[in-house]
């Protein structure tokens, strides 16, 4: 043990030294990413048994359902509304998935079924905020409470076994090390960062939420937009869900229960803005991953559950603090 | 995977304890009394908390990260028995459960996986049985008496208890119509507050009341709902489950409430004999009992401190 | 003569990758009407704004009646006798005209609002203002942007300040309400205050001003201290640093087929049926006084609204829009009047902002955009209409109010479209950019497209246009060609019977 | 359900015709008002007990916590800013009040105490967004991690219980049939209903949510304002927290969870703007009655758990349907 510790402080120290000087620059502009970047040195070289293999993998399969929700919640966020149905969905997408694939027996069918349950949700959030111009925030509430409760009914209250052992594969498939939920989030985060980037509909996105009139004035569509976005978030959720349900080996209708805050608060820690407009993918990873590692070295350090909250609120307040104060220091020198 | 067996050193054991419900003081005692076992037989416990089934699954990569030989679970959801062993075996670490027992995929227990507990349903049941003994003292006739179930169906271990406890008091001669549901939102007093005040305003025809829940915070709301309607203590008969601080708080007072008492079970003892168990396992390779069942006892306002005290709570 | 009131001395400003002022010094009498003029960019808000304690200097320093003075933030500014008018809106929507009017100083008694004195301060304004028939209580965010514009001079005129500074207050504000604004301004020279004020317009400025200070590049050029002997073209050059000899420089062209036919149009905003032709090569000018119906008129006709009744033929077709979108893909735009709420995404870059439309053009791999093509239209356009920005990357936020008017424009010039549009295009933009576009709009009409432009500028309208309608209350009363178009005329025609 | 149908066009109808001018003109004009109006008529006629003396006071009873914080919430949504730790400040609040009643063996300084504790926190949210410029979102989700780790560590995880036999007396005293908790929100009703319309503070609030940059170019001091509405929020979930201790007989670091969004979704429901600068006292009231009423009826009804999840969903977004429908039918003929 005392071995890891070692090797552990070497090899930050070393490759600081070697840093190449578009990573140099990097860490000069973006607050954020100093921060996690400082953090990830900081706990490899403090927590025993955080920076080896078999933790990371740990750490990224912790992330994987509030990682892969973020990149979509990014894009709700990014045009300027919000969900807060999405554990909801997960829950519900996932026990339809458990139910249909052990009446039909065919995983095929369940993962698909569920899937769609999920995108449905998203596309009637959507709806209802594009066509009738309701409030995200309560329409997307009234979907939370409704939606976990056909997640209840559905399931009868109770978790749904699975009884086609094919299913259980689909969690835990793996290649390259890391199983299908982490391809998957890591597959989100391409896709996405790619959608808000490099197509006119990210933009048309980003546009929306920065000023929805001039959008609309604009020739943007804005109302296909946000039921597009929403349905996708419907989508991602219920991917999600349904890769939970196979890695979890059942369908349970408590699961997940204020996921969205802490999915909504990853993006926002990355520099998402809740008005609208205002968007990064590289943001929204380092978010999530700096609160996967705070949580996972609070669990390899043994904090007592009770200061896992202290340390939490803290780190939280102090990365968006040092963000802050790496930007109005630069703004200041420029 | 770890190699396992009586060559390991005693001082480098160490395991996990990990629980559904972290803030619970039920589930904080089971820690510290593992942890106070530890120190005195010199092992090390990692406390850690597994809400849902994917913090669970962290959970024990990171134990494993940190080169744990085992682990005590109390799971938050019972059908996660096969995924957990699953990845115990994988791991090499040796699993008990603790309070909530396994499932397997037949939904029958996991009698491979050491267990100690209490069932949900029997310790309902004594609660039942304690309701319908003090009914029978006090000489209320069942026909007028209401009873006020506050349920939470989205809890498994939650529902056990209640249907426990509304099974004893049917056989013990409780008309079946008179017991209503109150579903809370939460488990704490307040929801349990808001869930019961209009069963109370709809069924102001019945004079004698009994309250049960699925746990003490959630009787003393129904308890407070009563009062606020205007029943009287002795009009009103709430028994609770665990014995926790929220018991102690109630008969502390001054002048007795409608809270008559609670089930009291020994969560120190939960804690500390489920993780002597797997100590043993690990260090002398004996596989503990396949289950081991405990049982609560009932605590009221005239014996609250003794049984306290007896059960190291 | 007396004392300057005010003296700049060497003040500096810089923001990330610009130095928007450059040690400027000038001073500025009690009693005395100061025009500030310069380029978009050339740093005039930026030097109210720290007037006002919102920007920070880096160098220099500021006198007030003879004492060097620093402000940290906008309330000490107001507290020592410094009222600004700012370029864009800052009044707070949902809130009712008495309370924006007021704000900041809202009348107090026994640690409540009270409600009657509010009223009453707000009347008396309004009626100083010229707008007595808004009621107190109206909710600012239904009222046009010239009113709000009035509303933002009136809270100023309540501050009772010592400087009180104009950031081009006129573009958004109509004949009648200038004529208020002229009155006002000159009461506040008698009354022996400094004031400021920032203006593209050139009359303006030999009408109402005493002294003017140029300014380019952030740089302080030349400060007359009097106006006699002064001529219009040594100042446009001053200020735009080469001569222009006719801003508008108009250029008769041929005209072609109609392009668009509008039957008996009615809806939202326009009370009577209205029908006009647009002809391919033509300007086509719509003007009237604000709250005429001219913008709601082309939002019937461009998509952004349903109409109740008539059609539109465009090109040969009926049809009805149901969408910006679809409007856009049959061959009209619409640029918006309102750059702040309907034009600019104030925190997306230049690029985003003016590729926003035509980047569809641009699209590469089945879908995906081209950034490279995308910067280089951009880039394009910073160059054909001189926007002053350090680059296409910049959030659009940070440039002056002239170039983010600029950039909405090129938004639509960069459009493949048949039809354009302009609502109030040139409103905030100095005479040497306006040249340009007046010269672009030419040129569009000579490539045989058709451009509609509704202005309250009339010598704009009755310089560049072919045809010009005249719209007052809803109703089109007349189209007159060019050559009959006198100001008079079109003003007789605009003003309520 | 065609019945239903029916029915819902023919009340109103009938019913208005019979209704004095007054109450005409309100049903007219405030959408939500009719919703309310409407659906405690149908509550009283269709469910059996609900309109009895008894159960009236105890649905108050049971909006309290709810009702009283919304208030404060409601000025807060206003600045255009949110607040998620109430749920926590609650129940420290409590926790605190229930150790320092004990120890001290005096009422007065143990509420005196926990409402301290409170608004302590409050004013440090405040801070934290004004000073650092810290979004609120994150800032209070911090402060909702770090507050309720404070509450568990101070009680020791466990149920504080209360030795003073004084302090039950404050949840119980009653005054004309309501008891003390209940008046407090009908004071905080009164007080900030005051606040908001009647004071400089109330329409600087509303200024600085519509466009805080155009309030402090005005010159109101945006810092202390926020500060001040922070704080304000704090020291009402204090007094919140501490009447609930005393009302339940216990000090419980749990207590609460999720009643953040409960109290939110109660703010926008009443028409509050969750971008700021649009809020109204009976907007918030009717909120608030909206969610008791339904709460309580679904009690009263015997509704099934899981049947109340749709419910409650249902209710909430035909609510604000309903209110956009009466505004944009407004807009339409106005
Ligand atoms: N907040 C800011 N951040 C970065 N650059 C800014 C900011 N504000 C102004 N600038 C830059 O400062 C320069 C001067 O801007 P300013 O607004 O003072 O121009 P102006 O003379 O008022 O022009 P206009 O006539 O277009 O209003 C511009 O180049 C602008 O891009
Ligand atoms: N959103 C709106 N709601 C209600 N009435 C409106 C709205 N927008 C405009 N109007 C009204 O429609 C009429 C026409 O306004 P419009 O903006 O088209 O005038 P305009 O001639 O374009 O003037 P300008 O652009 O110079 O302000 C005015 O009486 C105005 O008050
Ligand atoms: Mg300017
Ligand atoms: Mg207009």
Redesign the interface.
């Known amino acids: 043990m005392t071995d890891k510790v070692v090797n552990s402080t070497a090899i930050p120290v070393q490759g600081r030294r070697g840093l190449p000087k578009p990573l140099r620059t990097l860490l000069d502009t973006s607050g954020l990413i100093a921060v996690f970047i400082l953090l990830f040195i900081g706990l490899s070289v403090l927590v025993p048994d955080f920076l080896t293999g078999r933790n990371i993998v740990g750490l990224l399969l912790s992330v994987t359902l509030i990682g892969t929700i973020a990149t979509t919640m990014m894009m709700v966020l990014a045009l300027g509304e919000v969900d807060l149905s999405v554990a909801s969905i997960v829950a519900f997408a996932g026990v339809v998935a458990a139910i249909v694939t052990s009446t039909s027996g065919s995983v095929a069918i369940g993962v698909l079924v569920g899937i769609a349950a999920g995108t449905a949700v998203g596309a009637f959030n959507g709806f209802v905020v594009a066509r009738f111009g309701i409030n995200s925030l309560i329409a997307t509430l009234a979907a939370m409470e409704f939606v976990r409760g056909l997640a209840y009914i559905t399931s009868g209250g109770d978790a749904v076994m699975i009884t086609v052992p094919g299913f259980f594969e689909l969690g835990s498939a793996s290649f390259l090390g890391l199983t299908l939920p982490v391809w998957t989030m890591i597959g989100c985060f391409v896709v996405f960062g790619v959608v808000l980037n490099m197509t006119a509909f990210g933009r048309n996105t980003l546009a929306t939420g920065g000023n929805a009139e001039a959008a609309s004035l604009a020739g943007v569509n804005v109302r296909r937009l946000k039921i597009t976005v929403f349905a996708l978030q419907g989508l991602v959720a219920g991917i999600a869900g349904v890769l939970l349900t196979s890695r979890m080996g059942l369908g349970d209708p408590n699961t997940s229960q204020g996921l969205e805050l802490a999915v909504i608060s990853a993006c926002v820690l990355g520099g998402v803005s809740l008005s609208g407009g205002v968007a990064s993918i590289t943001g929204v990873l380092v978010g999530v991953l700096i609160m996967g590692c705070v949580q996972n070295a609070m669990g390899l350090l043994n904090v007592p559950t009770f200061y896992q909250y202290l340390v939490r609120g803290a780190i939280l307040l102090l990365a968006v603090m040092f963000d802050r104060w790496k930007q109005s220091r630069r703004a200041g020198s420029g | 995977g770890m190699g396992a067996g009586s060559s390991l050193a005693q001082n480098d054991v160490k395991i996990g304890f990990i629980v559904k419900k ?4 039920w589930f ?1 005692n089971e820690q510290d009394a593992a942890s106070a076992l530890g120190e005195q037989k010199g092992f090390e416990v ?4 597994g809400e ?4 669970v ?3 024990i ?2 134990l ?4 744990a030989q085992g682990f005590v679970i109390c799971p938050p ?1 019972v ?2 028995g ?2 957990i062993a699953n990845r115990a075996q994988q791991y090499g670490m040796k699993v008990v459960t603790v309070d909530d027992q396994f499932l397997g ?1 037949d ?1 029958e227990p996991m009698a491979e996986v050491p267990h100690l507990g209490m069932s949900g349903y029997k310790i309902g049941r004594q609660v039942g049985d304690a309701i319908a003994k003090e009914m029978k003292a006090r000489g209320w006739e069942p026909q007028s008496v209401a009873a006020l179930r506050i ?6 271990t939650a ?1 056990e208890r209640t249907d426990g406890a509304t099974d004893a008091l049917l056989d013990a001669g409780f008309v079946s119509d008179n017991i ?4 809370q939102q ?5 929801s349990a ?3 019961a ?6 069924n ?1 025809r019945f004079e004698h009341w009994v309250i049960y829940a699925l746990n003490e ?1 959630s009787v ?2 129904g308890v ?2 009563s ?4 029943l009287a203590p002795d009009q009103v008969i709430g028994i609770g489950i665990n014995g ?3 018991a ?3 008969f ?3 002048k007795p409430t409608g809270f008559y008492g609670t089930v009291a079970v020994s969560s120190t003892m939960h804690g500390r004999q489920s993780a002597d168990n797997l100590y043993t396992w690990i260090t002398e390779d004996k596989q503990p009992p396949a289950n081991t069942e405990t049982t609560g006892t009932l605590m009221t306002r005239d014996n609250w401190e003794q049984v306290r005290e007896d059960l190291g709570l | 003569m007396s004392e300057a009131y005010l003296r700049v001395d060497g003040i500096t400003v810089e923001f990330p990758g610009v130095r928007a002022l450059d040690g400027v010094s000038f001073a500025a009498r009690a009693g005395e009407v100061h025009a500030l003029m310069g380029e978009n960019g050339a740093g005039k808000s930026t030097l109210l704004k720290v007037l006002s304690g919102v920007n920070r200097v880096t160098g220099g320093q500021l006198w007030i009646d003879g004492e060097p003075t620093v402000f940290d933030n906008a309330r000490e500014a107001l507290r020592r006798g410094i009222s600004i008018i700012y370029q864009e809106l800052t009044l707070s929507p949902n809130l009712s005209v008495a309370e924006n009017l007021l704000l900041g100083q809202l009348p107090v008694k026994r640690g409540f609002l009270d409600r009657r004195r509010l009223r009453e301060r707000a009347m008396s304004i309004l009626e100083e203002l010229g707008e007595g028939d808004i009621h107190p209580s109206t909710k600012v965010r239904e009222l046009s942007i010239g009113q709000q514009q009035m509303i933002e001079i009136g809270r100023a005129l309540l501050r009772d300040a010592r400087i009180i500074a104009f950031d081009e207050p006129t573009s958004s504000l109509s004949v009648q309400e200038i004529r208020h604004l002229k009155r006002i301004v000159s009461r506040l020279r008698e009354e022996g205050r400094v004031v400021l004020y920032v203006t593209h317009r050139m009359e303006e400025v030999f009408e109402m001003c005493d002294a003017v200070t140029v300014f380019r590049d952030g740089r302080h050029i030349h400060t007359h201290e009097t106006l006699h002997g002064l001529d219009h073209d040594t100042l446009v050059s001053e200020m735009v640093g080469r001569e222009i000899e006719d801003v508008y420089g108009y250029r008769p062209r041929p005209h072609g087929d109609v392009l668009m036919r509008l039957e008996a149009i009615e809806g939202r905003g326009v009370k009577a049926p209205v029908s006009l032709e647009v002809h391919r090569g033509e300007v086509f000018g719509l003007f009237g006084l604000v709250g005429a119906g001219r913008s709601e008129l082309m939002r019937l006709v461009c998509g952004a609204e349903r109409a109740a009744g008539g059609q539109v033929l465009f090109d040969g077709a009926t049809c009805r829009f149901g969408s910006v979108q679809a409007a856009i893909r049959a061959g009209i735009a619409m640029c918006p009047e309102d750059r702040k709420s309907q034009g600019i995404f104030p925190v997306a870059s230049v690029s985003d902002n003016l590729n926003i439309s035509c980047r569809r053009f641009f699209r590469r791999w089945g879908g995906f955009r081209d950034p490279q093509r995308e910067t280089a239209n951009t880039e394009d356009y910073i160059r054909q209409l001189r926007i002053k920005t350090p680059g296409p990357k910049t959030p659009i936020a940070n440039l002056s109010g002239g170039n983010q008017q600029k950039v909405i424009l090129a938004r639509w010039l960069a459009e493949k479209i048949d039809l354009f549009v302009m609502d109030e295009p040139t409103r905030g933009i100095d005479v040497g950019a306006r040249r340009d576009i007046y010269s672009l709009l030419y040129e569009l009409a000579e490539r045989g497209k058709g451009v509609l432009v509704i202005s309250s500028d009339l010598a704009e309208v009755s310089s560049i246009c072919d045809r010009i309608g005249v719209m007052r209350d809803g109703e089109l009363i007349d189209i007159v060609s060019r050559d009959q178009a006198t100001p008079e005329r079109l003003l007789g025609l605009a003003l309520p019977a």
């Open positions: 972290p803030e619970q003081a904080i990692v406390r850690l908390s849902d089934g994917q913090q699954l962290s959970a990569d990171n494993n990260s940190q080169g959801d059908r996660l096969p995924a995929p939904g349920s939470n169906n989205e809890l498994p529902k209503f549901d109150a579903p939460n488990t704490d007093t307040s507050f808001a869930a005040s209009p069963i109370f305003s709809k102001g915070e003393l709301g407070r709902a009062e606020q309607y205007g926790s601080g929220a102690f708080a109630e502390s007072r001054q």
